[in-house]
Every structure is written in structure tokens, then in C-alpha cells.
């Protein structure tokens, strides 16, 4: 009984670490090819896209849900593309 336990644990230990290396190598492309795509951009633009982000973030945990999410998105939007004028 102990061996099955244990045997039934080392599965699924491995698919949690498959999984987990799955997720951490996909995030890691996203991540580069969310970079390269802003070695073209402008000061500004990339203070727009800052702000966005940073925006839809604040939104998120303080309104919670899509409408939280994209109010703050555009509002920071507006306020990244304007203070790097």
C-alpha cells in the first residue's frame, strides 16, 4: 500500500513538474517576443504602452472584472502617452 502511495505521488509529481516547465517555457517566449516587438518604438509609444499596463493593473484590483480592467488600461494609456510628451 505504501509503494502505490508513493508511486501514485511520483506521477504526479512529474506531471506537475511537466506542467510547470510547459507554463514557465511558454511565458518566456511571450516574454521575448513581447520585447522584440518594442525595440521599434518611440519614447512615447512606449510610455503609452506603460501606462496601459500599468493602468489595466490598477484597474483589475481596484474594480475588478473586464470594465476595471479596461477603464484603468485606458486611462493609463492617456496619462503614459501624455507625460512623456
Avoid: D, P, W
Wanted: some cysteine; charged content about 10%; proline content about 0%.
Amino acid at each position: 500500500m505504501i509503494g502505490f502511495t508513493f508511486v501514485c505521488l511520483e506521477k504526479l509529481a512529474m506531471k506537475l513538474n511537466t506542467r510547470f516547465y510547459t507554463g514557465l517555457s511558454a511565458a518566456m517566449l511571450v516574454l521575448s517576443l513581447g520585447l522584440a516587438g518594442c525595440s521599434g518604438m518611440t519614447r512615447q509609444e512606449k510610455g503609452t504602452a506603460t501606462g496601459a499596463v500599468i493602468g489595466g493593473v490598477a484597474g483589475n484590483v481596484m474594480g475588478g472584472g473586464l470594465l476595471g480592467t479596461g477603464a484603468g488600461a485606458a486611462v493609463g494609456g492617456v496619462i503614459g502617452h501624455e507625460v512623456t510628451k
